[in-house]
Nanobody, 126 residues
Framework: QVQLVESGGGSVRAGGSLRLSCVAS????????VAWYRQVPGKEREIVAS????????NYQDSVKGRFTISRGTGMDMGYLQMNDLRPDDTGAYYC???????????????????WGQGTQVTVSS
């Protein structure tokens, strides 16, 4: 099974910046999209940003528009999430996911029922 590993999190003060990285354990072919999610205790993961490889269309959660930028990488480097002007509400565990297009319909590497691990923790203080 392909594993995705997030890194780049940390503890910063409001207004600071972080750059998160998503790396796969092995080469992933036919990447269709990459997305980043945030999860806080007691709540489900929610999508923060996504990018579609076929047309580079990006989508962002309203609360991060103008502050976060998602980008794609190459090889086993799935991409990055640049986070600027961080706010306390951005605090949470961040995860990445990759969508691939096989012979059928596209599928996400990580399913909602899978164990996504620890992710990378982002903590923003006032």
């Amino acid at each position: 099974q392909v594993q995705l590993v997030e890194s780049g999190g940390g503890s910063v003060r409001a207004g600071g910046s972080l750059r998160l990285s998503c790396v796969a354990s092995e080469m992933i072919f036919n990447v269709n999209a990459v997305a980043w999610y945030r999860q806080v205790p007691g709540k489900e993961r929610e999508i923060v940003a996504s990018i579609v490889s076929t047309n580079d269309i990006t989508n962002y959660q309203d609360s991060v528009k103008g502050r976060f930028t998602i980008s794609r990488g190459t090889g086993m480097d799935m991409g990055y999430l640049q986070m600027n002007d961080l706010r306390p509400d951005d605090t949470g565990a961040y995860y990445c996911n990759v969508r691939v297009r096989e012979s059928g319909t596209p599928r996400w590497i990580r399913l909602s029922t899978d164990d996504w691990g620890q992710g990378t923790q982002v903590t923003v203080s006032s």
